[in-house]
């Protein structure tokens, strides 16, 4: 039995060891909601985060599964680590624009290889004339509409929501293929958008007036049933006239 134990204490530390030399490290940044990446090693930053005033920043479903796969080093305000529960719990709480659920959905498509963004917000502020450039992450008048929130929550969506006479429903996240040569200054159409289903299914009225504002991206949903993990879409079907 000890040298099992020590086997183990050995992975663990080599582990550690591994995730120190090859991690990027990231500050949480409590006013933005985001952690703000002080180093970035490998090519993740390629297809995760998004860039203010040259700087990346990650938000809370990016951190917690990049810090489940040992490739983030989570650090708060005096830079001591953020272990996994606590990162569990800012997800879970849900404060930070992003649910449980959400997170499990993202986890699933990203373990798939899809490249995912919020949706409504871009990669980049470079070439976007929609946006304002900004200097630095505290000259933003408002950081929560900056990091749009996955459960739609944020100002300007919200407002987007209301127009469209939607109570609860709305696109989380853009989810583009898996693509190698992926430029966050010029993404293209996402090839769905996802939105997360709360108790029910839509109504036929929901349906089409979400639909009417996707601009022709696919819309797809997701239900999550105690961590099991489910993907839907809605096809028209026309019923032929009986006599």
Not at 47 to 68: C, D, Q
Not at 132 to 157: C, K
Not at 175 to 183: G, I, M, Q, T
Request: proline share 5%.
């Amino acid at each position: 039995l000890l040298p099992v134990r020590l086997w183990i204490v050995q992975r663990v530390a080599l582990h550690m060891l591994w995730s120190r030399n090859v991690a990027s490290r990231a500050r949480w940044v409590e006013e933005a909601g985001a952690a703000e990446v002080l180093d970035s090693k490998g090519k993740l930053w390629l297809t995760t985060g998004v860039t203010r005033g040259g700087k990346l920043y990650y938000n809370v479903e990016e951190i917690g599964f990049l810090a489940e796969r040992g490739a983030l080093i989570f650090l708060d305000d005096e830079g001591g680590t953020i272990g996994m529960e606590e990162i569990y719990g800012k997800i879970a709480g849900g404060k930070y624009g992003c649910s449980w659920d959400a997170f499990q959905a993202y986890k699933h498509l990203k373990l798939l290889g899809y490249i995912i963004g919020r949706y409504a917000v871009p990669w980049t502020m470079k070439n976007n004339p929609t946006c304002e450039t900004t200097d630095s992450l505290e000259r933003m008048p408002d950081t929560d509409q900056s990091f749009n929130r996955a459960d739609g929550v944020h100002n300007g969506i919200t407002k987007l929501l209301k127009e469209m006479h939607i109570d609860g429903l709305h696109p989380s996240f853009e989810v583009y293929l898996p693509n190698s040569k992926f430029r966050k200054s010029s993404p293209g159409a996402p090839c769905f958008l996802l939105s997360m289903l709360r108790d029910k299914p839509p109504s036929r009225d929901e349906l089409e007036t979400i639909e009417s504002k996707c601009d022709g991206i696919p819309l797809k949903f997701c239900q999550v049933d105690n961590g099991r993990v489910s993907f839907l879409s809605f096809d028209k079907v026309r019923l032929p006239s009986l006599p």
